[in-house]
């Protein structure tokens, strides 16, 4: 059973940086591509970042120059570096992967989300 575990959402204030976890498990060995969502409340949720097994990255507008998404492939990790944070930034925050193969050497189709993480910032 493919699982996600958040972790490093917390209150912050403005202009202050974080750093959020998200590490899959369930005898996974590969994962194709390792994203962050986030909702805003009053919004639907949206993509902040992906990062695929190959090394490429995807931001969406608002992330470009503030967040860098990171991975570590062998610990089926993925890592979100939120710097400058505003409190348009504040909402939950989650991860989410596809492409997964488990052993012992299924493919899982669809996509599979952690419980999420709340980042709040403070004005």
């Known amino acids: 059973q493919v699982q996600l575990a958040e972790s490093g959402g917390k209150l912050v204030q403005v202009g202050e940086s974080l750093r959020l976890s998200c590490e899959a498990s369930?005898?996974?060995?590969?994962?194709?591509?390792m994203s962050w969502y986030r909702q805003i409340p009053g919004k639907q949720r949206e993509l902040v970042a992906a990062h695929t097994r190959v090394g490429t990255t995807n931001y969406s507008e608002f992330a470009k120059g503030r967040f860098t998404i990171s991975r570590d492939t062998n610990k089926h990790t993925v890592y979100l570096d939120m710097d400058n944070l505003k409190p348009e930034d504040t909402g939950a925050y989650y991860c989410?992967?596809?492409?997964?193969?488990?052993?012992?050497?299924?493919?899982?189709?669809?996509?599979?989300w952690g419980q999420g993480t709340q980042v709040t910032v403070s004005p």
């Open positions: 369930g005898n996974i060995t590969m994962i194709n591509v």
């Open positions: 989410a992967v596809n492409g997964l193969t488990v052993q012992p050497g299924n493919f899982l189709p669809g996509q599979y």
